[in-house]
């Protein structure tokens, strides 16, 4: 009987581990499965030693903030590895727990499997030489990754990117679009503020703005934001306020596919939804704002010359990037408007979306990190 202990930290990390653990319980009924993560993995069956709900933060003062709990959570894994000892930890990005504790599990001899690990390619390439002292082996979902881990000596198989096969919207455009009140056949706009509240607190009002400068210049444009799960209401006052002043727009709750799939333009927050709307091929703008010490670290300590991923994929700018000054409500408006309007650019921007979803593999993702999981913690067994 298996024993896996797997960690995650924020919504796109839990969307992984559960599928893994469903396709983990499918190979072998008898595996156990727990751990920190969120409602899908304990959806999938894993039982949940902690909710990761208030972790994940971007930023220096963010981080400190949420420190106190990331102890606590810590220290209790920790002290149920010590008594369960499972057969394999692990552990999916969210490097600001899944380091420590990668390590600490490794001192009691419990073999690391690190599932999408951390971007040290783009910045803190130090933390290759830490995860070559505890991975066992680190499996990667963007196909340039593999010979990076490789250089730095660290054993890697590219297996693919998870959201090729959990992309899947659960109805057509029409259909989506009427069921939230909409008209099926206007002009959308979809907008992803991110899944953190900080970045909500630094992106919903600028796309706010945006919105209404794109209503002022596309009389029947309509939008729909995609609300990440356990934020506060509060957080979309000026969503409700916008739409007390006329302005057609809807927010729906944990159906990011849906979103996207019904857009003609997606503002995405950059990140994991980037990809997402890469694979449903919708023209995008991305746009981010970190606190200004944020940011000069990043820019100072960066690897790379783009933020979005699916344009470091691509390996040029295939898709607009509004980052921190050039982030305004203004170049926000002025991108979307040209991509609803030129319908060559538009076209032209999903043409290249489509090659860089075929360099993301061809699914059956989670079913293939499932089976080195256990082939992993059979290894320890034998």
Known sequence: MPNILISCGEPSGDLYAGALTK???????????????????EKNGADLVAHYEGLAATGISEALAVLPRSIEIYRSMVARARVDRPDVFVAIDFPEINFRLAAALRKLGIPIVYYIGPQAWAWRRGRFETMRGFVDLALVIF??????YREAGIPVEFVGHPLVELSDPTGDRESFLRSQGLIATAPTVALLPGSRPNELRAILPELTGAARLIR?????VQFVVARAPHLKQELFESIFAMRETGVPVQIVESRTDDVIAAADVVVTASGTATVQTAIHQRPMVIVYRLSAVTYWLVKTFAHVENAGMVNLIAGKEIVPELLQERFTANAVATEVVRLLT???AALRTSELLAQVREQLGTGEVSRRVAERVLAVADSKNA
Do not use: K, S, W
């Open 23 to 41: 396709e983990l319980t499918t190979l072998d009924p008898t595996a156990r499965v727990y751990g920190l993560g969120g409602d899908h993995l």
């Open 143 to 148: 196909p340039f990754e593999e010979a990076i």
């Open 216 to 220: 002022q210049q596309c009389a029947d």
């Open 342 to 344: 030129d319908r060559q």
